[in-house]
């Protein structure tokens, strides 16, 4: 099929790109209007519904689930047209997709009691003794996770390293008729010869240190009316910037060499061979270890400016130190002319042609591990018929999620990398949100593809809901300095993915990807939309909340439930999640989050919800719903217990990813008991359950009722 054709539409009339999202819109209506039929829905021109899912890890997927059981209890959970998760949220979301897949609406609706394939107990029975997903299954434990980051990371480094050892090796050569200046050396050591890439680059220092000052008398120009107009002020002080950054860190690199004679310095000064050993090795030596501890004084002062600052000094020294120890492997050892390094070469460069570099990273153990936990396989006798084939969970494709059986229209979140992006807005942001689902995968930045032509429809969701929760990984908001950048993708401390842009049907490719990919993630460079080759990485780097997405889509009703670690109720997602959608949409977001940040001398919040409006661009309303993981009035027994126990529940640390049983049913708990109390049992619909809340806690006989519902729940 021509590229002509192919982008024209499928047997449906569904285009298979298009740059308009009221195309997407349009389609995805037509699978809603199929969804609520079979879901038993009476009203197919009933407002749209969307439920969104933090991200948070463990502890969001698991106080969703509790969120998710308390809908079905009260039957609202079919009236839910899309499902938005982001990260921790998109664990249960893709859970809940994965068996609603398999089990229609009008046939089981209590899928947490669903048995088991293997006999063992139901899907909650599974979900509970997984907690601890990253070291659970057969065979699994703390060294077979210990065991895939330093597998990833040695790896990483075997490619890598002859790569930069090589260049380090040409730049110290003696390639040009250029002599080093007599001058330009340590008291007492010999004069440098060779190294002639390290002298231009100590050269392009200079002119640029150069450069640097003249454009001061420049910038001093600009401020005259005479110039104002020609040269734009705006201009001149972002080469000034340049100018100066690559001036300084040029001259550094190119003084390497120099650095490098305190060895000979020492020796003449002191003829002590053990001194002028330890001036050697203290070249590299004092940058690790200063870089070491000016990152240990950042996290004590961890949030602040001075941390910020003393956390880059460090990463920025141990970068430092490592090329100055790689230096000295070249300069001072016969190692890069023995046999040893031209086989490893060769190695380094056959494994770079040949492997998947997504395969090699944390982003696959990460994956297996999801998919084994939260998509479980089940048994269903009385659904089993001879022409049924049972699924796959690895091989479960975003496609195969059909309206025919009654769920939501899933969303999966992540963001697509913008950190070199020519246009402004996307490179500050350092990304786009980019959103996987079972008709389209796509961002307003490249185009929307059908799922069914995107990577060949290849798509699963087991990957799709695993890149939403690549919350690891380099040149996001929280990791663009370069110096971090750098050291995590040496150490392979990445999870997210590389992959086909959607407006691209075929990728160029000249170097092996396990170079191309490495460096541009390195350095900052081709992590645009307009690149063939895309970096997506957590929902939440853009929009931890799934928020974004639904008011695109200009829902009706819509329920956020925020599980992030918000320990000082800062609510800093959902501020920056509305600011975004009103800087894009034009959408007016009115939330009056006081009843959240109200907290007594016992640490209990006043509500656990705020009720809010949505106005978009063309004046039509919305209402919003915001449901915060806090406690406030009356938790259940064994909630209160494990809070009392644990202080920082339920914010504990995201870097928890181990949950035992007691932790696990706690978050749950809350989740069911949270919004369990904010619908009584005879809440029919979500227009509904919206109402009752705007007149929540008016009275004591209301919190006698709310009360009633959380101890029948309970029992």
């Known amino acids: 099929m021509s590229n002509a054709n192919r982008d024209q539409a499928t047997d449906h009339d569904e285009p298979l790109y298009t740059t308009n999202f009221e195309d997407v ?40 689930l509790g969120i998710l059981q308390a809908l079905s209890r009260r039957e609202l959970l079919t009236q839910v047209d899309y499902l938005s998760s982001v990260s921790g949220g998109g664990y249960i979301s893709s859970c809940y997709t994965w068996l609603r897949s398999q089990i229609p609406v009008s046939r089981h609706k209590d899928l947490g009691s669903t048995p088991l394939k293997n006999g063992h107990g139901n899907v909650l029975d599974w979900l509970r003794a997984h907690g601890s997903y990253l070291i659970n299954g057969t065979g699994y434990s703390g060294w077979t996770l210990g065991a895939a980051i330093l597998a990833g990371t040695l790896l990483n480094l075997f490619v890598l390293l002859p790569i930069i050892l090589g260049v380090l090796a040409v730049a110290s050569e003696d390639w040009i008729t250029m002599n080093w200046p007599l001058w330009l050396h340590l008291p007492g050591a010999h004069a440098i010869e060779g190294h002639d890439g390290f002298m231009l680059l100590l050269i392009a220092g200079q002119i640029g240190l150069i450069l640097f000052v003249l454009s001061l008398f420049l910038f001093a120009l600009t401020t005259t009316s005479q110039l104002r107009s020609m040269v734009p002020e705006n201009t001149v002080r972002i080469w000034m910037g340049r100018l100066l950054a690559s001036g300084v860190i040029a001259t550094a690199l190119g003084l390497l060499p ?19 050993l330890i001036t050697k090795h203290s070249t590299y030596l004092i940058p690790l270890i200063s870089g070491l501890i000016s990152i240990r004084l950042a996290r004590k002062r961890a949030g602040s400016n001075t941390g910020n600052t003393l956390a880059v000094l460090g990463l920025s020294l141990l970068c430092y130190g490592m090329l100055t120890a790689l230096y000295h492997i070249c300069a001072n050892t016969e190692w890069m002319e023995s046999k040893a390094f031209f086989t490893w070469f060769s190695l380094s460069i056959i494994l770079a042609l040949i492997c998947n570099i997504n395969g090699l990273s944390l982003h696959s153990y990460y994956r297996g591990r999801l998919t084994d936990a939260y998509m479980p396989e089940i048994s269903v006798p009385e659904m089993s018929s001879p022409e049924t084939s049972t699924p796959i969970p690895a091989k479960f494709l975003l496609t195969d999620i059909r309206p025919e059986n009654g769920g939501p229209l899933h969303i999966v979140n992540t963001t697509l990398n913008t950190t070199s992006s020519k246009h402004e807005k996307l490179r500050t942001r350092n990304g786009a949100s980019l959103f996987l689902s079972p008709l389209y995968c796509g961002s307003t930045a490249t185009g929307y593809r059908h799922t069914s032509d995107y990577l060949e429809g290849r798509m699963t969701l087991s990957n799709a809901f695993s890149i939403s929760g690549a919350a690891i990984d380099p040149n996001t908001y929280v990791t663009n300095s370069r110096a971090i950048s750098i050291l995590m993708v040496l150490i392979n401390a990445r999870l997210g993915f590389w992959t086909r842009n959607p ?14 990919f490495m460096f541009r993630e390195m350095l900052g460079i081709g992590l645009s939309e307009t690149e063939a080759d895309i970096h997506l990485s957590d929902g939440g780097h853009f929009d931890n909340l799934g928020l974004y997405e639904l008011i695109r889509r200009r829902c009706q009703y819509i329920i956020i439930s925020d599980a992030s670690a918000d320990p000082d109720t800062t609510l800093s997602d959902l501020g920056r999640t509305i600011q975004r959608v009103q800087a894009d949409f034009g959408a007016d977001v009115k939330l009056d989050i006081r009843p959240i940040t109200e907290v007594d001398d016992k640490g209990r919040h006043k509500k656990p ?22 406690i406030s009035d009356y938790p259940s027994a064994n909630v209160y217990s494990y809070w009392r126990a644990n202080p920082s529940f339920p914010d504990q640390s995201t870097v928890d990813q181990f949950f035992d049983e007691m932790q696990f049913d706690s978050y749950r708990r809350l989740g069911l008991d949270i919004l369990t ?27 006698e009722d709310l009360l009633t519902d959380i101890v029948k729940e309970t029992v």
């Open 25 to 64: 819109q349009k389609q995805e209506l037509k699978w809603i209007s199929k969804r609520r039929a079979a879901a038993g829905v009476d009203q197919p021109d009933a407002p749209l519904v969307g439920l969104g899912f933090s991200g948070g890890g463990i502890r969001s997927a698991t106080f969703n």
């Open 258 to 276: 120099v650095f490098t004679g305190a060895e000979e310095m020492v020796l003449h000064y002191f003829d002590h061979q053990g001194m002028a």
């Open 503 to 516: 407006k691209a049907l075929q990728q160029r490719r000249w170097l092996p990807e396990w170079y191309r």
């Open 609 to 630: 919800f705020a009720l809010g409006e949505v106005t978009y661009q063309d004046k039509t309303k919305a209402q919003l719903l915001y449901i915060k993981a806090v």
């Open 677 to 703: 109390s904010l619908t009584p049992s005879d809440t029919h619909s979500i227009a509904e359950l919206f109402s009752h809340l705007s007149g929540y806690g008016q009275n004591e006989e209301h919190k």
